[in-house]
């Protein structure tokens, strides 16, 4: 309950310190005549929500994942959902120019869902004694993917766009422009509701069918969470790696696999992450910024290598 109370307090600080960093400063001049305010309301705010938003979403959806998959080396930002996601969007940019947020968001998902979907038609085939194999293969999958899009692009001539959905940050998140990340908030929601259930999907098919578990619906459940919530941050504020790959790792070894347990601490890991990373790009090159997929980039991959060769490495689950 102590760490909990902690936990809480310390995100709380990183929220008010988001509201009062930026480029912009906030003295008692923009206080009196109401330009602090307005600031806050229009910027600093949503940009603050998106971070949450968008760390509690990506922890989560890599937590279901790794379940899903039954290994603990993957996540949808570098196992091809996220790669499908921005070819989504840049088809239906190329097709249906006029297409409302909504629209991209809807086919950015379908996108990342058959991205899913292939993945694990592929990983499937993969021998379960050498889990290592299963992110090689993503990281692959994921490149191939991506390559077609920069090709597609490039042909185009719409590789500035692409850029930004590559790089994922929240310096254009304003009010107005960030609210489609709340449906990825209510896909939280429904996989706590539903986390017994993805829980037993963990111990493999054969276990869960035993058990009387549905077997495909919750699988498909479980990868509609994932699209949902890959589609709606690449669209909304670009791809942001790691945050579904260390977060739950690190919430497991601390409170195991039971996933009613462990759900809520990794959301409020993965939003804190995202909300730091994205104070330090604010903070390091200040006034400029460096995207906090960048900031997060850095962090993932020297947690994720601890995590790999230290002592008490993870394994597949």
């Not at 003295?27 to 998106?50: H, N, V, W």
């Not at 085939?125 to 050498?130: D, E, F, K, T, V």
């Not at 429904?190 to 058990?211: C, H, M, R, T």
């Not at 906090?292 to 597949?316: D, E, P, Q």
Request: some cysteine; overall charge neutral; proline content about 4%.
């Amino acid at each position: 309950m102590r760490a909990a109370i902690l936990a809480l307090l310390a995100l709380l600080a990183l929220c008010c310190a988001s509201l009062f960093v930026g480029a912009t400063g906030i003295d008692a001049q923009s206080l009196a005549t109401g330009e602090a305010l307005r600031l806050i309301f229009d910027s600093r705010l949503p940009r603050t929500l998106a971070a949450l938003l968008t760390g509690a979403s990506l922890a989560i959806a890599g937590q279901i994942m790794q379940l899903l998959s039954r290994n603990r080396f993957v996540e949808p930002m570098t196992a091809g959902t996220g790669q499908s996601a921005i070819l989504g969007i840049l088809l239906v940019s190329l097709l249906l120019p006029e297409a409302s947020v909504a629209v991209k968001m809807m086919l950015a998902s379908t996108a990342a869902l058959a991205g899913s979907l292939g993945l694990f038609a592929i990983t499937r085939r993969l021998p379960p004694a050498q889990p290592l194999l299963v992110p090689l293969v993503g990281l692959v999958y994921g490149g191939v993917i991506g390559a077609v899009a920069v090709f597609a692009a490039i042909q185009a001539d719409l590789l500035q766009y692409l850029e930004i959905w590559i790089s994922g940050e929240f310096s254009g998140t304003m009010r107005g422009r960030y609210e489609l990340l709340w449906l990825a908030g209510l896909a939280v929601v429904f996989s706590y509701l539903v986390a017994d259930q993805f829980s037993i999907l963990g111990l493999g098919q054969e276990v869960s069918l035993n058990l009387g578990l549905n077997y495909r619906q919750v699988v498909m459940s479980g990868l509609a969470v994932i699209s949902i919530v890959t589609g709606l941050t690449v669209v909304t504020v670009g791809m942001i790696p790691f945050v579904g790959l260390v977060v739950p790792n690190l919430v497991s070894r601390v409170m195991g696999d039971n996933l009613r347990s462990s759900l809520p601490a990794t959301a409020l890991a993965g939003a804190a992450l995202v909300l730091a990373a994205d104070l330090a790009g604010r903070l390091l090159i200040h006034p400029f910024e460096i995207p906090a997929a960048t900031v997060i980039g850095v962090i993932g991959a020297a947690v994720f290598l601890w995590m790999l060769y230290g002592r008490g490495s993870v394994h597949a689950a």
